[in-house]
């Protein structure tokens, strides 16, 4: 299965992240999260979009993207679950300013959650999760 949502950016407030009703920025169809946050300014034509794929066995509860110069993780931008197997696309609104991000995962059965720091979600099109359980290491693969 595959969802969407939209993450938008506000770079004139020191806020790490508001939650707001689907298409108070956007008219992005539904289901959608619009989510503001702080961010440092960059080209405005850079593509911040990507797809998450869940590929580790587990459930995932909750996903927090933050630019990377943020103090604080947002809130979860999830409305639902995402199954192991399945993928969400994450859309950041057209005035999303950072180019660099950081990610965290928590886990549905309250496994440790999982952290990436400064992702260039300009150069990444695809983040596919995967949990090995030898080294009870969670990795993520950018294309």
Do not use: R
Request: glycine share 4%; net charge negative; proline share 3%.
């Amino acid at each position: 299965m595959n969802k969407s949502l939209v993450l938008g950016a506000v770079s004139f407030l020191f806020v790490s992240s508001l939650l707001l009703p689907a298409n108070s920025m956007t008219q992005a169809p539904a289901p959608t999260v619009t989510v503001k946050n702080q961010a440092q300014a960059v080209d405005s034509d850079v593509n911040l979009d990507f797809t998450l794929v869940n590929a580790t066995g587990y459930d995932i509860e909750a996903i927090q993207v933050s630019p990377a110069s943020a103090k604080n993780w947002g809130d979860n931008i999830l409305e639902e679950v995402v199954a192991d197997g399945d993928s969400v696309d994450i859309s950041f609104h057209p005035e999303a300013t950072a180019k660099k991000w950081d990610l965290q995962i928590t886990w549905s059965d309250g496994g440790e959650q999982v952290y990436w720091y400064n992702l260039d979600l300009s150069a990444i099109s695809k983040i596919t999760l995967k949990y090995n359980e030898e080294t009870g290491k969670t990795t993520a693969i950018t294309e």
